[in-house]
């Protein structure tokens, strides 16, 4: 039985294979079933193949959102202890002769450093006076200074144009 290619042997209700009474008589012969050899039986055996259609389409969500920021400034004091050194210095007068070997070098006397200052005089003989002795202490103490800063928060809002998607109440705030 010669078939169209667009039939394809499928029946067109269901999509299953069309078997014919004389192609089932042709399959029975040499079969052992004898006593049904005159009568004709159809059987329908289904088929089932399954097809996905994929696609897209646009949706409107809404006409946009509009942002809106702002910068506030505020003043604010900040009074945080801070670290100074200061040097006293204290000049000692000493106007004594110093030997060859003798010869004073900067010490320490607890918090104060001692800074020998020699000059040399023209005598019938050289000789090395002490003159003076500079004492410098250091203190430390702490002072306060306050100064003054602007600090900026912004703050944002959002608005939709959709009267779909309700307003949002929140601002984000952030310093």
């Avoid at 014919?20 to 055996?45: N, R």
């Avoid at 110093?98 to 005598?123: C, F, H, K, N, S």
């Avoid at 703050?155 to 144009?161: G, L, M």
């Amino acid at each position: 039985m010669a078939r169209s290619s667009k039939d394809q042997g499928l029946d067109k209700q269901n999509q299953q294979p069309r078997v014919s009474a004389d192609e089932l008589e042709s399959q029975g012969e040499g079969g052992s079933d004898a006593g049904l050899q005159g009568v004709h039986q159809q059987t329908v055996i289904p088929i089932i193949r399954e097809e996905l259609a994929v696609g897209k389409r646009a949706i409107e969500t809404g006409k946009g959102v509009r942002v809106t920021k702002t910068v506030l400034e505020r003043e604010q004091i900040v009074d945080e202890p801070l670290a100074r050194e200061e040097a006293f210095i204290e000049r000692v007068n000493i106007n004594e002769m110093i030997a060859g070997q003798d010869m004073p070098t900067i010490r320490y006397e607890g918090e104060t450093m001692v800074v020998p200052i020699l000059e040399e005089v023209l005598v019938t003989e050289k000789r090395t006076i002490l003159k003076e002795e500079v004492r410098i202490t250091r203190k430390r103490r702490e002072v306060r200074e306050p100064q003054q800063f602007v600090l900026r928060t912004d703050q944002v809002s959002a608005e939709h144009f959709d009267a779909s998607v309700a307003p949002s109440a929140k601002t984000g705030e952030q310093d």
